[in-house]
């Protein structure tokens, strides 16, 4: 050697080294895939998993112990890019086995939306019928949020048009068009269970 040099010893990755991802889902649903390895210093092979509820119940949220990651809203796909951002690692800043849980919840009216972060609205008449001639209660459900526009039990909401049943046309006889006693809007906050009733008024012309 008659000048300066330099040699480079170099560790080959070990790829019997790995680490797994498990997937695992509470009652009332599955998700697939239930699990994927990868050698400790790749995410690669990550991709995530889907939850997918089972009849009467509606997804509620992949969680990583306690913390939610993601809406609820939606959120039935545990992005491969959200599984890798909140994997563990060791002291030695490699990946560790790590541990998604999605969750469900109980969802009688079917709606996809767990029941718990809902109030039913119901509407009902007196004297008369709905515009479309039914006269049974009508029963919807307002869906509550908190103010970063997520899914919360302890949320309020707001009836859309679609839910409002028209009324004032078809009034019982000895009836005519009357009012409710509250009349529902689309801008109020609702936050728990309410009723609106519509009451066709006493026609003292006939």
Do not use: C
């Amino acid at each position: 050697i008659s000048e300066a040099k330099t040699y480079t010893y170099t560790y080959a990755v070990d790829d019997s080294q790995t680490y797994t991802v498990t997937y695992t889902a509470g009652e009332g649903g599955s998700v697939s895939p239930t699990s994927e390895s990868d050698q400790v210093l790749s995410t690669t092979a990550i991709t995530g998993s889907t939850a997918t509820a089972a009849e009467g119940y509606a997804f509620d949220g992949w969680y990583k112990g306690e913390t939610l990651l993601g809406a609820v809203e939606g959120g039935e796909t545990l992005t491969a890019a959200l599984a890798k951002a909140n994997l563990n690692k060791t002291d030695a800043d490699n990946y560790a086995a790590t541990e998604y849980t999605a969750k469900f919840a109980k969802d009688d009216n079917g709606d996809g939306i767990p029941d718990k972060y809902q109030v039913a609205v119901t509407f009902k008449v007196e004297n008369g019928s709905w515009n479309d001639e039914t006269a049974e209660e009508i029963t919807v459900y307002v869906n509550l949020y908190d103010e970063d526009g997520n899914l919360a039990e302890d949320g309020s909401g707001n009836l859309s048009e679609a839910q409002i049943p028209a009324v004032g046309e078809k009034p019982a006889e000895g009836y005519k068009v009357g009012a409710w006693d509250t009349t529902p809007d689309t801008t109020t906050a609702i936050s728990e269970a309410k009723t609106y009733t519509y009451t066709y008024a006493v026609d003292d012309s006939q």
